[in-house]
């Protein structure tokens, strides 16, 4: 899973760090840098943004100030001189604090933090999520994920197949964006196939079977997650 982050701090040395250490780290991608609160709220407005680095010391409108009027969803981290700062950033909800000098080690530590917190929100709202929409034949169509048995990914579109139901629902889009909407109880285990857990009904000779005819293939790269997910559920 990929993080959104968004760096804004007025010294130009400042910013080029942190844009490597994000260039450093797997898991974010930077979408977008800038020197002040008001290129930050442009940036914020036309991008998902998930944490936001922001230096408190700027012109204008400060860090802390800023961060009040944000989505509180965005999770903050403060980069700055000024230790004093601390305690106040901590008033205003920010997931961490950073001062610099920035090691990138301290920002790595930092960036895990976030990462933690964000799938740990999204597991919650996920495991509460009863259904989705998809777009189907000109209409957006309501499926209820507990009707769902697997998703078949073709070129460009994907087969949605469901429990009483011969035929599948077809929808533009990709297998990946799909499974980003899905729930825990649904994992991918095949480069086209993603299941259902709860309707796998036995594994054998690397295959899942879903209801009594249905067999998908795990593939090599999946198969440590699946025997995860079997050893945690095995008794």
Not at 10 to 35: H, I, M, Q, S, W
Request: glycine residues 2%; charged residues 25%; contains cysteine.
């Amino acid at each position: 899973m990929k993080i959104n982050c968004c760096i804004v701090d007025d010294e130009p040395l400042a910013l080029g760090l942190l844009e490597r250490y994000v260039d450093k780290t797997e898991f974010l991608e930077l979408k977008g840098k800038c020197n002040s609160a008001f290129e930050a709220i442009k940036i914020l407005n036309n991008n998902k943004i998930d944490v936001l680095f922001l230096d408190i010391q700027m012109p204008d409108i400060n860090g802390l100030e800023f961060s009040k009027v944000i989505d509180p969803k965005i999770k903050i981290v403060f980069t700055t001189a000024f230790d004093q700062y601390a305690i106040d950033g901590y008033k205003v909800n920010a997931l961490d604090y950073l001062l610099k000098p920035i090691s990138y080690d301290e920002f790595e530590a930092s960036a895990l933090k976030c990462q933690d917190s964000i799938l740990s929100s999204t597991s919650v709202e996920q495991n509460t999520q009863q259904f989705i929409f998809v777009k189907s034949e000109y209409k957006q169509v309501k499926i209820e994920l507990s009707n769902i048995l697997y998703i078949e990914g073709l070129k460009d579109y994907v087969k949605i197949w469901l429990k009483d139901q011969t035929k599948p629902i077809l929808t533009i889009m990709s297998l990946k964006l799909l499974e980003q909407s899905l729930s825990t109880n649904f994992m991918r285990i095949h480069r086209s196939f993603i299941v259902a857990l709860d309707k796998v009904t036995s594994f054998e000779k690397g295959q899942v079977l879903i209801g009594d005819s249905v067999r998908i293939t795990v593939a090599e790269q999946y198969k440590k997650k699946f025997n995860i997910f079997l050893s945690d559920n095995s008794f």
